[in-house]
């Protein structure tokens, strides 16, 4: 099996679907469940900025979330601010 | 008093810069600075912007040559609008997330309020509430939203990256399909 149908063949049992876009400037990893109710509804941020630690990194999200609650919550993702705090 | 009435003249000033219409103009990078091209405006740009601005939650209008969002954006996002409208696959994967924040009228009449947790804020439907939780070494922090779904975030260097683990697929004389996708890592 060549590597598109293989990956094609995995994707079908995949519960999420994935979407890259920026909240606040930042690159930003959006998931949603395929079906409704079903999965994870999340953002997720790589690197916000950088402390003496290391990367700092954002992640929110939901799990299995009634299909209102889960359109309010994408609907809030793009209104996410961020504020570096010492 | 001469204080107090600039204070107002500025103050209107700004308003009336926050709330006036600017006609969009497709703006790219040519390596050097920002370049606006008003002949770039065609009918499919056109339509691309309008989702974008959309999608944004931009205050937009048209008419028959033009689009005009209202207040100020600036060029390095305009740039950044300019090349989504034109990008098919942005376009149509954020048809998804389009739809499902605009055809429910009646969320335009939900109260909203903004939550802030220190290090970030977000604009949430009236009804949801900080909760608290403790965290090992990130700062973690609750959302809920009614009596069955909350939120929850991570901000530190261990934050979960969403990801969805391929599902392992066995072939042979039993074939089976091992579904692990409600394990995320």
């Known amino acids: 099996m060549d590597d598109y149908r293989q990956a094609k063949e995995l994707d079908q049992y995949k519960k999420q679907n994935l979407l890259w876009d920026s909240v606040d400037g930042r690159e930003a990893k959006i998931v949603y469940p395929r079906k409704s109710g079903i999965g994870i509804t999340g953002v997720y941020i790589d690197s916000l900025w950088t402390t003496k630690f290391g990367k700092d990194r954002f992640e929110l999200s939901g799990e299995n979330m009634k299909p209102e609650n889960q359109r309010l919550f994408l609907q809030a993702i793009k209104t996410i601010k961020f504020k570096k705090t010492e | ?185």
């Open chain 2, 1 to 185: 008093m001469q204080t107090v009435l600039s204070t107002i003249i500025i103050s209107v000033f700004l308003c009336s810069c926050r709330d006036r219409y600017n006609r969009y103009v497709p703006t790219y990078f040519d390596g050097e600075q920002f370049v606006e091209r008003q002949d770039s405006l065609t009918p499919q740009h056109k339509e691309g912007i309008k989702k974008v601005f959309a999608f944004y939650g931009v205050p937009f209008r048209t008419d028959s040559n033009s689009v005009y969002y209202r207040g100020t954006i600036e060029k390095e996002l305009l740039l950044n609008y300019s090349k989504k409208a034109m990008d098919k696959d942005w376009l149509a994967t954020h048809m998804f997330i389009l739809t499902q924040t605009s055809c429910a009228g009646h969320s335009q009449q939900q109260a909203f309020k903004t939550l802030d947790f220190g290090t970030f804020t977000i604009v949430v439907p009236d009804s949801w509430r900080k909760s608290t939780a403790q965290g090992i070494d990130s700062y973690v922090s609750n959302i809920i939203i009614d009596s069955s779904d909350t939120l929850s975030f991570d901000l530190g260097h261990f934050s979960n990256p969403l990801s969805e683990r391929d599902p392992i697929i066995f072939q042979g004389k039993t074939s089976r399909i091992v579904d692990i996708p409600t394990v995320l890592i």
